[in-house]
């Protein structure tokens, strides 16, 4: 078996084995109590919910970041896009973007 | 402010909101253990429930752990494409910046208006709340000076 193979084999052989499964809680009644909190209830709402504050936070970045207005997102995207050039920043008194 | 002054406290603000993600995560949910992700929904009085609160705790923390990174490959591309010196100050605030921002949107949204979670789960609706919001607030503020004292410092040189 090639070299580089050996790291994927063994990381498969470690996951098949059955200790890997031997999760105290998960055949328990406890166990069964824990998954059904999680997936039988309203999963998605909760997911949902979670996640929520940081679509909202890195909206409000990339809001500060490109712009309020949807021109102004537009028009600093494009400048965003146009290849940096090396020396402008270290030209004394320049503070144009690029 | 220059295109690499915004950039960095973009960078700084990203990874202010991550870091200030695990602040809240690891001492308020970890360590003081008074809230969970959802102990408002399942409050945390048995394993079952503690267990359902951990898994919910660990898709918090997973993206904010994402967030995280977010903020080092913004940080690490810029460090790659510019050569001059960034201003601390300026990077200083700007994750203060982020780390207010998150206690303002995740206290507003998780606290108020889904009812996730509050600070001192067992009092509710509480004081400690409203000091959640208030401690973000204060670092908007002084994350708000440091940058436009770091950027007109920069500009100013």
Redesign the interface.
């Known amino acids: 078996m090639k070299k580089n193979l050996w790291i994927p084999s063994a990381c498969v052989s470690l996951l098949a084995s059955t200790t890997v499964w031997a999760c105290p ?1 998960c055949h328990t009644a ?1 166990g069964v ?2 998954h059904a ?2 997936f039988d209830g309203p999963f998605l709402a ?2 949902l ?6 679509p ?3 909206g ?2 990339a809001a ?2 490109f712009g309020w207005h949807p021109a102004a997102w537009m028009r600093n995207r494009a ?2 896009d146009r290849p ?1 050039n ?1 020396t402008a ?2 030209v004394p008194g320049n ?4 | 402010m220059t295109a690499e002054q915004r950039h960095l406290v973009t960078a700084g603000t990203v990874l202010g909101i991550g870091l200030g993600g695990f602040v809240d995560g690891i001492l308020f949910h970890q360590i003081l253990q008074i809230h969970g992700m959802i102990s408002a929904r399942v409050p945390k009085d048995s394993v079952v429930n503690l267990e359902i609160n951990m898994f919910w705790d660990g898709l918090f923390h997973t993206l904010t752990w994402l967030t995280t990174a977010l903020g080092v490959w913004l940080l690490f591309r810029l460090a790659q494409r510019r050569e001059g010196r960034l201003s601390g100050r300026a990077f200083g605030g700007a994750l203060a910046l982020g780390w207010g921002l998150f206690h303002v949107v995740e206290g507003i949204l998780d606290h108020h208006i889904l009812n996730m979670h509050h600070v001192v789960e067992r009092l509710g609706v509480s004081i400690y709340d409203a000091a959640f919001l208030a401690f973000g607030v204060v670092l908007l503020a002084v994350g708000g000076l440091a940058i436009r004292s770091g950027v007109s410092v920069r500009t100013s040189r």
């Not at chain 1, 919910?49 to 940081?54: Q, R």
């Not at chain 1, 503070?95 to 690029?98: A, I, L, V």
Request: proline share 6%; charged share 15%; with cysteine.
């Open positions: 809680f406890t109590a824990i909190g999680i909760t997911a919910a979670t996640a929520a504050p940081f909202v936070l890195l409000v970045v500060f970041h400048r965003h940096c090396p920043h270290n503070t144009d973007d690029r």
